[in-house]
């Protein structure tokens, strides 16, 4: 029987993940981080969501990267920007936030005798994220592999897809709805559409648009 987890967040990315795995794997479990996150309903929309997919959800508590990173998903105080900047990184990264997740990821799928691993990582809308690189998830899958002993394999559905690609795998996937509807991706923890102003809710909303604009003259 074929197993995997899933490091969920209850976003769309995330989420579409989970079912992808569904479809791929025998036996899917999730796990997701309390890491101080501004938006932490987030967690309770993949409480929600893992239940309706009959998916068991394991919910850790990470103090780190609310105690030593400096930028706005941690940091009640700082506004999250709405312009991507160009000269750096916006300040909604949470540096080392994957690599820590995939990390305890790992930990845990091999206490439960686990070798795939999905995360919903992406480079073509990546945001500028160095951690959603190609790059870094081949470079961290054989560091892990080499540090446990293990022989794991990260999967990553949605490397190449941009945001109305992803809403076409969900809409392919039978999860339109769930997706559009009960996941939060925006950065102020709004379910659905969001805010609508902040970097993720545009990205989001603006790959709806033109997945439902190519689908409707398809």
């Known amino acids: 029987m074929s197993k995997a987890l899933v490091v969920y967040s209850g976003g769309q990315d995330s989420t579409t993940c989970l079912f992808w795995a569904k479809k791929h794997f025998d036996e899917v479990c999730a796990i997701a981080f309390d890491y101080g996150q501004r938006h932490i309903v987030e967690l309770e929309a993949a409480k929600q969501i893992a239940a309706e997919a009959d998916v068991r959800l394991n919910i850790f508590k990470i103090n780190l990267l609310s105690e030593v990173s400096h930028n706005s998903l941690t940091d009640n105080a700082m506004e999250v920007e709405t312009n991507q900047p160009g000269h750096r990184p916006p300040n ?127």
């Open 92 to 218: 909604t990264l949470v540096e080392g936030r994957n690599m820590l997740f995939l990390t305890y990821a790992a930990v845990f799928a091999k206490a439960n005798g686990i070798s795939d691993i999905i995360t919903g990582v992406g480079q073509a809308d990546y945001s500028g994220y160095p951690d959603c690189r190609n790059e870094f998830i081949k470079s961290l899958n054989q560091t892990l592999n080499l540090s446990m002993d293990y022989e794991y394999h990260i999967h990553t559905p949605l490397m190449w897809l941009d945001k109305s690609e992803i809403w076409q795998m969900a809409d392919e996937l039978g999860v339109f709805e769930i997706v559009r509807d009960q996941t939060i991706t925006c950065y102020h923890g709004i379910q659905g559409e969001g805010c609508g102003t902040c970097p993720s809710c545009k990205l989001r909303n603006r790959g709806l648009i033109k997945y439902l604009k190519s689908k409707n003259n398809g």
